[in-house]
């Protein structure tokens, strides 16, 4: 990306008319970054001071749409700002401006909707305008050409990454076990013959394929419990409860993580050292022992507690892999530095840190969640998880142990489940991370 | 040129890459000869397969390349009958090729940075050549007599009951290891390998290696770039090759150690008789230390003749242009000329002669057919459908 | 010389992660949790809280309480174990701590002397059939919930065989008590006491075959990783130059691989080997109870069960300390393999 550069206002040949367009775009983006910026503030500060209040013993009705808000709050937080710089760039024509606002507004209209707020799809609306006006003929010619010259060898790439998926074999039966899983989750309630927590007593440990003993009732295709539940339709559910907790541990560790490791290896000094030796402790305790000091000290035995002891347990990976690719990229922008004048923090950040950064966050993030299954599924075995009953694989394989002579399939399903979940998610990240490895990329 | 004073003869070499943007045709018909004592310059533009050349004559192209026709030929002394042997190298079973490289044909690589392995000691690194291909049993067997003298040696100021009568046992060894000298037995692996650390030390005194003793028992990462290259030469020369391929082995280092480099594989192609074949972009590395110069264009060879002859006899067009491209002293142009177009795509070559769309003199016949290497004058090879006319002996 | 520079830096290195670590599990203890936890229990007497609270220092400022937490763990001090009728957790560490680690060593030793050929033939066969199955193989080992795979294995190999009738392997606890009833631990490591002190070849025959089902389900995961390792730090270094030259020389295929490419391959994958005994502790953790095996792992599941604090404190402390030492051994292992880092 040589050929970025600036021009002042007055080098820009502009067609006056198109001027207008301009001014508009750049007021527009002016309001939606900092619409972005209170209203992610709202909800960071808002949740966080809520729960320390309540910590503190004192009764609060904190309003509904502010709670459980925290790290989407956060994360719009970031892109305001990071909308902030691009409209205060904008307002000079620096060339990098436009595609970084195409950019960061799609993300923000992505995380305002994933807020659930009512409000949150009107302002992800008002938020997609400034993107609308970017193709806006006069406004186009700024950008569109450099743009393009920019997007066609990473398209290239892109399709040649393809081309290896299809000729790895187990990439695509790993993506296929991984859609059917989460299809499957999300489809529960339509293909699952029985509830999740719906017991027969009549049917205690039936074997696999057995009719139900409750005339009229679906057939046990997987076997039932010791309690009489259906085997099959537990582990439906289970898998929304468990693909859920893995997915947000993992995004939360990858915000918190790659918000850290971004300033710490950006502005490096006496910062970095500080995080570099606390990650340094982190890693010198294993995952799930950490995790369940974590969950132990946080008294309840829940799986939002485990939840939270995975995202304190998981950030560090991320933030260590942010950092070193911040490193790498800072290396190289010090040979670019002589050549490209004045390049703003935010500029730095979204047009050569983030894309670099992309890929190995993907690869890690895809195993991870494998991991993160598992280890959650450890915690609830051995003690940790939601009370019994819910549909949770890690607990049904601990409560069918206690009876695994008489009802062996009410633990070989929900742990196989795991397994191929698991396995699916590795074999994704391996093989996506030899296809993404430049020096094993050979053509 | 009879055939009886060549060491390798290459002929219609192809070797192709199957890669995902298609197959490319790596060496289209490569021709090759090299005499025997001779250094030959091989000269190109980057990417027109001068290191899969040398890659193919070793056979180690690796996936997703294939050599796919042609023959290399080697011209093997047999030591007993006196006789030359022709041996094709792509008709070697992979094990008889084990005895070829290293000993026949040995190549020093372009990045010295890279190439010797980090965890072993460079002495290390010469001796298993050394002892991988020859035959140590007199050296072994001299080292052990040798030791032994020593420590008779040491015995003999001491007195005492004791010491005698362990002289008189050394002694009784010392006869009967003298007695095998004709015929040596098998050594054990210790004193094969003091053997081989012993030659690999020569060696490095060989190719003027300050402080070879000490330099035995460093590691890569603690010898300089001049350095290593200097062991690396030592490596491939240890076992006194047929012939020397070297890689660009001199483009990594500074011109001073560049040029002690050359001067030294001169001097030791005299002590040692090995030919060899040195491969470069720099005409002036061909110019002081090349006698015969082969010149490569996308894959195919486009002329082959004496030094002298090539620089003021250039009879292919590519060729002259390459060498007009050659800065030269007494010149003071503005712009270096350059032969137009660009260097063709190997997956999609142009057909007939490759080098036809950037030449001034093509014709109809140069776009359909490819032309073969032709002896056009006495020691004057070309590919060439319109050959320059020869400039005579205007030396 | 600089060998020893290195062990020293090293070793210095360590230092602040294990303050780290400490601080952490002070946190955790004094800061998120109710440090009170640790010294009472259901039938402690509401009234004698306050005396436990003073006498433990619990109503100091926390810089205060964190020395005595610090000054406490130094003298050995690490709280009772409520689950264990109050004995002191030390105690019942140095008496659980052998199991623990002859199971970890059982295991790492199966794992690396499976997985670093599977990960050469691996390496060296990329893409065919066998590479494949290795693959797989491995990645199912990472993607395996362990505690499943323990239940299966005993049900199969325990359990479906005893049933029928054939010989089998015993399900659980480290040797056959019924059998060798006079036996009494010295060290605590079984292996070595059946032989050294009991003198008895029976036993120790017993005491290995009650130790093949938790030693291969504890050492498939760590086999799984270092097989990963060896196959990717192998593919890469037979791409390198080196691998050329040492081809270029004549030597075998054989030879280039295990002189040439193992020993630049063996570095990156010591390093694995040292975090993968995280992976062991974890592991224990899960299997040591569905093996009724007397180590630390079944202590700390049960001292979950009966939320005793000062265990699961005293456990994390341990298992951390034990992974900075594996880690710093492993290092100095990675700084004889790699003469770069050794003169670095
Ligand atoms: N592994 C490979 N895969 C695909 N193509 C290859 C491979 N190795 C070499 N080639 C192709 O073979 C051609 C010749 O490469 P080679 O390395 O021999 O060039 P060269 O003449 O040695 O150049 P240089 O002077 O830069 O060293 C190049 O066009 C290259 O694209
Ligand atoms: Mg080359």
């Known amino acids: 990306m040589t050929e970025e550069y600036h021009l002042r206002s007055d080098e820009i040949p502009i067609d006056p008319s198109t001027v207008g367009q301009f001014r508009v775009l750049w007021f527009l983006e002016l309001v939606v970054s900092i619409m972005l910026t209170i209203l992610g503030g709202i909800l960071f500060v808002g949740d966080v001071t809520y729960s320390i209040i309540e910590r503190l013993g004192y009764p609060v009705v904190p309003p509904d749409w502010i709670i459980g808000k925290f790290a989407i709050g956060f994360a719009i937080a970031v892109l305001g700002l990071i909308a902030v710089r691009i409209a205060a760039a904008l307002e000079n024509y620096e060339m990098w401006t436009f595609s970084a606002l195409l950019y960061v507004n799609l993300i923000s209209a992505g995380s305002l909707i994933l807020t659930e707020l009512s409000t949150g799809l009107y302002a992800a609306v008002f938020v997609l305008v400034p993107v609308v006006l970017l193709f806006l003929p006069g406004v186009k010619s700024y950008w569109w050409e450099t743009f393009v010259e920019d997007m066609v060898p990473r398209l290239r790439e892109f399709r040649y990454s393809m081309h290896l998926v299809r000729k790895s074999p187990l990439v695509v039966v790993g993506i296929v076990i991984i859609v059917a899983f989460v299809i499957l989750a999300l489809l529960a309630p339509w293909v699952a013959p029985y509830g999740p927590e719906e017991r027969i007593w009549a049917d205690t440990n039936l074997p696999p394929g057995s ?4 005339p009229g009732n679906p057939v046990h295709y997987w076997g039932t419990d010791n309690s009489g539940g259906d085997v099959f339709s537990r582990i439906l559910y289970g898998a929304q409860v468990d693909l859920r907790v893995a997915i947000t541990v993992v995004i939360v560790a990858i915000v918190i993580g790659t918000f850290l490791g971004a300033v710490s290896g950006y502005y490096g000094g006496k910062l970095d050292e500080l995080l570099m030796r606390v990650t340094d402790v982190f890693f010198a305790f294993p995952g799930l022992i950490l995790a369940m000091a974590i969950v132990m000290a946080l008294g309840s035995r829940s799986l939002e507690n485990i939840s939270v002891a995975l995202m304190v347990t998981w950030w560090p990976t991320y933030a260590r892999l942010v950092r070193g690719q911040v490193l790498l990229e800072r290396e190289k922008l010090y040979v670019e530095a002589a050549r490209s004048v004045g390049a703003s923090d935010a500029r730095i950040l979204i047009y050569h840190i983030i894309p670099n950064t992309i890929q190995p966050i993907i690869v890690q993030a895809t195993m991870d969640t494998g991991a993160v299954l598992l280890v959650a599924a450890g915690l609830s075995f051995i003690g940790f998880g939601p009370p019994a009953g819910i549909a949770e694989w890690g607990l049904m394989i601990a409560k069918g142990q206690e009876y695994f002579s008489i009802s062996p399939w009410a633990v070989f399903f929900p742990g196989f489940a795991i397994l191929l979940v698991s396995l699916a998610l590795n074999l994704v990240g391996d093989g996506i991370r030899d296809i993404l490895d430049p020096k094993l990329r050979r053509r | 040129m009879s055939d009886d004073e060549l060491v390798l003869k290459v002929e219609d070499l192809v070797t ?19 005499r025997k004592g001779d250094t030959m310059g091989l000269v190109g533009e980057t990417g027109c397969g001068k290191s899969v050349t040398a890659r193919s004559i070793l056979r180690l192209v690796e996936p997703p390349g294939r050599i796919e026709g042609g023959r290399i030929l080697l011209y093997v002394p047999n030591e007993e009958s006196g006789n030359v042997e022709e041996v094709d190298l792509l008709k070697l079973s992979e094990e008889d090729m084990l005895h070829v490289r290293g000993r026949l044909v040995s190549i020093v690589f372009q990045d010295p940075a890279t190439f010797p392995n980090p965890v072993f000691t460079i002495g290390d690194q010469i001796a298993e050549v050394v002892m991988l291909h020859q035959d140590l049993r007199k050296e072994a067997l001299e080292i052990r007599i040798e030791e032994l003298r020593n420590a008779l040696d040491k015995l003999e100021g001491k007195g005492g009951l004791v010491s005698s009568t362990r002289r008189e046992k050394i002694r009784e060894r010392l006869a009967h290891y003298e007695s095998q000298l004709d015929d040596p037995p ?9 053997a081989a650390l012993k030659i690999a030390e020569d060696m490095l005194r060989l190719v003027k290696m300050p402080a070879p003793d000490k330099v035995m028992m460093q590691y890569p990462h603690e010898l300089s770039g001049g350095m290593r290259q200097r062991a690396l030469i030592a490596m491939a020369l240890a076992c006194n090759p047929l012939i020397l391929i070297c890689d660009e082995a001199t483009t990594a280092l500074d011109v001073t150690v560049q040029a002690q480099v050359l001067n030294l594989l001169n001097e030791l192609k005299k002590e040692v008789g090995t030919s060899i074949i040195i491969i470069t972009h720099d005409m002036g590395v061909v110019a002081e230390t090349c006698s015969w110069v082969t010149v490569m264009y996308a894959g195919t060879t486009v002329e082959s003749c004496a030094t002298e002859e090539l620089f003021y006899n250039p009879r292919h067009p590519y060729t002259a242009g390459l060498l007009t491209a050659v800065p030269k002293l007494h010149e003071n142009r503005e712009r270096l000329p350059q032969i137009r177009g660009s260097v063709p795509n190997l997956i999609t070559p142009p057909p007939g002669c490759r080098f036809h769309p950037r030449c001034d003199y093509a014709t109809g016949i140069c776009e359909t057919e490819k032309p073969h290497l032709k002896e056009i004058s006495p020691g004057h090879w070309v590919a060439c459908h319109h050959p320059l006319p020869d400039k005579g002996g205007k030396r | 010389m600089r060998l020893r520079d290195f062990i020293i830096r090293r070793i210095l290195l360590a230092i602040p992660v294990v303050f780290g670590v400490l601080t952490i599990t002070w946190f955790l203890s004094h800061m998120v949790g109710d440090p009170v936890v640790m010294y009472i229990n259901t039938n402690t007497p509401a009234s004698a809280i306050p005396g436990i609270i003073r006498s433990h220092g619990l109503d100091q400022p926390p810089h205060i309480q964190y020395f005595i937490y610090l000054n406490n763990l130094f003298h050995g001090d690490w709280g009772e174990s409520t689950s264990m009728s109050f004995r002191p957790v030390t105690e019942v560490i140095a008496q659980r701590f052998p199991a ?4 970890a060593l059982v295991a790492m030793v199966f794992a690396v002397l499976l997985g670093i050929p599977l990960g050469i033939i691996s390496a060296t066969r990329k893409d065919q059939m066998i590479d494949h199955f290795t693959r797989i193989f491995s990645l199912a ?18 359990y479906q065989l005893a049933i029928m009738g054939l010989p089998h392997l015993p399900g659980g606890y480290r040797y056959d008590s019924n059998r060798f009833y006079w036996f009494q631990y010295t060290t605590g490591f079984i292996l070595i006491d059946s032989l050294v002190y009991a003198h008895s070849i029976p036993l120790f025959v017993d005491a290995l075959t009650h130790l093949v089902m938790p030693g291969f389900c504890l050492g498939y995961l760590t086999m799984a990783i270092i097989t990963r390792m060896m196959r990717s730090s192998m593919l890469e270094v037979l791409r390198e130059d080196y691998i050329t030259l040492a081809r270029a020389k004549g030597l075998s295929e054989k030879v280039v691989i295990y002189r040439h490419a193992l020993r630049n391959a063996l570095i990156p994958t010591v390093t694995v080997i040292g975090l993968a005994f995280g992976g062991l502790m974890t592991g224990a953790v899960l299997t040591e109870t569905i093996f009724q095996w007397h180590g630390l792992g079944q202590w700390a599941v049960s001292a979950i069960l009966s939320a ?37």
């Open chain 2, 16 to 34: 192709n890459f199957y890669t995902y943007e298609g197959v490319v045709k790596a060496l289209d018909g490569v021709n090759l000869f090299l």
């Open chain 3, 100 to 103: 623990t680690i002859e199971l």
């Open chain 3, 141 to 158: 080992g990472v993607s395996m919930p362990i505690f499943w795979f323990a239940i299966m294995l005993k049900y199969v190999l325990y």
């Open chain 3, 308 to 344: 005793d604090l000062a265990a699961i404190n005293g456990f994390t402390l341990l298992v951390a300390l034990i992974f900075v030492t594996a880690n710093l051994i492993v290092d100095l292992v990675y700084g004889t393999l790699d003469p770069r880092i050794r003169f670095g």
């Open chain 2, 186 to 194: 098998e050594p054990d692996p210790k004193y094969k390998k003091k």
């Open chain 1, 211 to 214: 009719p139900s003993n409750v």
